[in-house]
């Protein structure tokens, strides 16, 4: 009994003393719990923020049909300031044969074909092209430099422009990607510039008309080089590709015009995604006209001639 009333005595008459003495502990008690729960959080953003970003590098990898390795193309970060959209054309299309009479195979001619090679970045990189007649004259030429994508290599793009380059006088080099697939920074303006630098060594070329037209993953490096290299692209056109808002920049300088075709069928690169490419590249001050193919595909090699005639008028516009 004493020790019980002794213990009541202590509860009431110190319990003014022994709350002071628990004040400054519980302080220092919340104050490293707001610590570790702020770290939790913290790590649990981050992680998120991870997973996301990893998941969109593999989204846009699967729909640009790189293989494994180094990314196409950086993620795209969700907490990323909007992206500036702008206005474009947009107009509507009908391919010359249905999607279910394509071939879907395409065996390209090699007649007439040129090889060469320059070294950029301590590698060997080969091209193949096309010199017309009119060419060899003295004369400077208009220069196209067309890109292929995963589903087929540089004379099968050479062949699409064939009856193009005759009468236009028109000289077509095509490069070979490193590895079968393109990179932003290895495939970039310095390996442009050599490229066109060693064909300028042997042909007389006019550099007030260098045109630029990509495939598939071949689209969205010419539409990556024709933002990074104001100045150097007349025009530009591509098809069944598109390039990450968050590599389209403002840039000082002539921007060329850019045409986009994309069909309306095409499960490799919706057209909504096409459409997001048009609206960021004229955010950033390019004159883009979008050309939506009714029930047309992915696939190229069945209209391209049909599709050339079009996008060199684009070009002959500009």
């Not at 087929?152 to 077509?172: F, T, Y």
């Amino acid at each position: 009994m004493r020790g019980t009333g002794r213990g009541s005595g202590v509860l009431a008459g110190n319990g003014a003393e022994s709350g002071s003495e628990d004040r400054p502990m519980r302080a220092v008690f919340d104050f490293l719990m707001g610590i570790i729960g702020g770290l939790v959080l913290a790590a649990g953003l981050l992680a998120l923020d991870v997973v996301l970003e990893t998941r969109l590098a593999a989204h846009h990898r699967a729909l640009s049909g790189a293989a494994a390795g180094p990314a196409v193309t950086r993620a795209v970060r969700l907490r990323r300031p909007p992206e500036p959209v702008g206005d474009y054309a947009v107009r509507r299309l009908t391919a010359p044969i249905p999607a279910e009479r394509y071939r879907r195979r395409h065996v390209p001619r090699t007649e007439g074909l040129r090889s060469g090679q320059v070294r950029v970045g301590g590698r060997e990189r080969r091209y193949s092209l096309l010199v017309p007649r009119r060419a060899w004259s003295g004369v400077a030429s208009p220069v196209l430099v067309v890109l292929h994508g995963s589903d087929g290599g540089a004379a099968a793009m050479l062949d699409m422009w064939r009856e193009i380059a005759r009468p236009a006088g028109l000289i077509l080099v095509a490069p070979e990607a490193f590895g079968g697939s393109w990179h932003p920074r290895r495939d970039g303006p310095e390996f442009a510039h050599a490229l066109l630098a060693d064909l300028a060594r042997d042909y007389a070329i006019d550099p007030k008309r260098i045109y630029l037209f990509g495939h598939d993953s071949g689209a969205g490096q010419a539409l990556a080089l024709a933002n990074a290299m104001p100045g150097m692209w007349r025009a530009v056109a591509v098809h069944g590709g598109a390039v990450p808002a968050a590599q389209v920049a403002a840039a000082e300088g002539p921007l060329p015009a850019i045409a986009l075709y994309v069909g309306t069928e095409d499960a490799v690169f919706p057209a909504p995604a096409v459409h997001r490419s048009a609206a960021a590249l004229a955010g950033a001050g390019h004159d883009v006209m979008l050309a939506e193919i009714a029930g047309h595909t992915h696939w190229y090699f069945d209209i391209g001639p049909w599709l050339s005639d079009r996008a060199w008028a684009f070009f002959r516009q500009h």
